[in-house]
């Protein structure tokens, strides 16, 4: 079964076709699409799909959704206000000062990086930090705590040490950002976050972990994935996907007081049944996440006693579940509200929602079905007003949906909001087999 998704995954990357992008002068480091914005948004929609205009009545903005073109002429992190019903308007795109690359999959199509997390904001730093595949670098930025659609680049973009960087992490307090690269010199390497100047290195944070790949990176089987710190900011992990003969693992990092890394890594194999653990998300006081798994579902693993484990022995509360009918289930974003989590489906289009108990006992609650092909990838919760919303970055149509979170088991969708007119209308280059990417920022109440 795990073969026959793997082959499945590989024509799910390639399945649609799209017009050519039109281009952005390469001279722009800032592409307005919404020139309303002086600090709050016009009232009409700019994005919102089959409406001419938005029932938002109220010009504040009350958070901002990231995602980046990771297009091979100029990298640009699209940022996008989020109102308080939790609508969207694409308010501008910002240079990275990198570039973009698609990785090598036949045939070719969206999800360029094989990863989750390519953006990631830090809510204590005000900070977010961007890839740029094509460089090898990675770009930090100030967010505008008052209006975070206006995005800054602080300092240079910094040099990942490896090749075709896929993934990025900040800790708690955003005083920290490490890169997981994918290429053919695959690493994981650690920076200071300066305020002022930008990324620092961190001495002793660049850490091999030896995976027979590419440049750029070859996939999506055998490839590394995600990157992010645990829950007390003590390891940090990256998941790395494997195929049926050799299936994928956690790489482990412990990290020290100074945030240099450990020498090795430690390995944790996927659960029985599992091969391609994908995008990660802690689960919450219980030492251990929840990673998606495209030849499966889902694995939770525990990380209790990580240092001790063999790396082909099993937890017994490390387990594989199947996700009925999934085709490639690869990101994960969890909910403080409803305490669950919310896994996408390239292939079908479905977000499935699952919780997990106090014994790592998951469930799958309810499944909701998205835009058929939209090619739900990267997604991030964001919590307005109380009240958290899920942002799903929807490549094939060019899109971000947005679900509401009533309740547990309860979600509603609203709205499609695409990208695609009033990018072509900015002159922003946008093409959906490399939008990659999705984080979020709330404004301090």
């Not at 009409?44 to 297009?71: D, H, P, R």
């Not at 708690?172 to 053919?184: D, E, F, H, R, S």
């Not at 919303?389 to 149509?397: H, S």
Request: a negative charge.
């Amino acid at each position: 079964m795990v073969s026959t998704r793997i082959l499945l995954l590989s024509l799910l990357y390639g399945s649609a076709v799209f017009a050519a992008p039109t281009q952005v002068r390469k001279s722009k480091e800032v592409v307005h699409m919404n020139k309303n914005n002086n600090g709050t948004n016009s009232s009409s929609s700019n994005s919102k799909s089959n409406s001419s205009s938005s029932n938002n009545n109220n010009n504040n903005i009350a958070g901002a959704a990231y995602f980046i073109t990771n297009e091979p002429a100029g990298n640009f992190v699209v940022a996008a206000a989020i109102h308080d019903d939790g609508s969207l308007t694409f308010d501008r795109a910002v240079s990275t000062r990198g570039v973009g690359q698609h990785g090598i999959t036949d045939p070719n199509g969206p999800d360029p990086l094989f990863s989750q997390g390519a953006v990631k904001a830090s809510a204590a730093a005000k900070v977010l930090a961007a890839v740029n595949p094509g460089s090898n670098t990675l770009t930090l930025f100030s967010i505008n705590d008052k209006n975070p659609v206006d995005i800054s680049v602080i300092g240079q973009p910094q040099s990942t040490e490896g090749e075709f960087p896929i993934s990025v992490a900040f800790n708690k307090a955003g005083t920290q950002a490490c890169v997981l690269n994918g290429g053919q010199v695959n690493n994981v390497n650690c920076f200071k976050v300066d305020q002022d100047k930008g990324l620092q290195p961190i001495q002793n944070t660049l850490r091999s972990i030896g995976v027979n790949q590419t440049t750029p990176a070859t996939g999506p089987a055998d490839s590394a994935s995600h990157v992010i710190f645990s829950e007390d900011d003590s390891k940090l992990i990256a998941s790395i996907k494997g195929d049926p003969k050799n299936p994928g693992f956690l790489a482990v990092w412990d990290v020290s007081s100074d945030g240099s890394l450990s020498q090795n890594f430690a390995k944790i194999s996927a659960p029985q049944g599992g091969a391609l653990p994908f995008g990660m998300s802690v689960i919450q006081g219980k030492n251990a996440v929840l990673a998606t798994d495209a030849g499966i579902g889902f694995d939770v693993i525990d990380l209790s006693n990580v240092n001790s484990r063999n790396s082909n022995s099993s937890n017994s509360k490390d387990v594989s579940v199947e996700v009925k009918d999934q085709k490639a289930v690869c990101w994960a974003a969890h909910s403080g509200k409803t305490g669950n989590f919310y896994l996408t489906d390239i292939g079908t289009s479905k977000v499935t929602e699952v919780s997990v108990d106090d014994n790592l006992k998951a469930t799958i609650v309810n499944q909701y079905q998205q835009t058929e092909n939209s090619a739900t990838t990267d997604d991030d919760v964001a919590t307005i007003n109380n009240k958290d919303f899920l942002y799903v970055l929807q490549p094939n149509a060019t899109s971000v949906a947005v679900l509401s979170l009533d309740a547990p088991g309860k979600a509603t969708n609203v709205g499609n909001f695409n990208l695609k007119d009033v990018a072509d209308k900015a002159g922003l280059t946008v093409n959906a087999n490399n939008l990659s990417g999705m984080t979020t920022f709330v404004v301090s109440q």
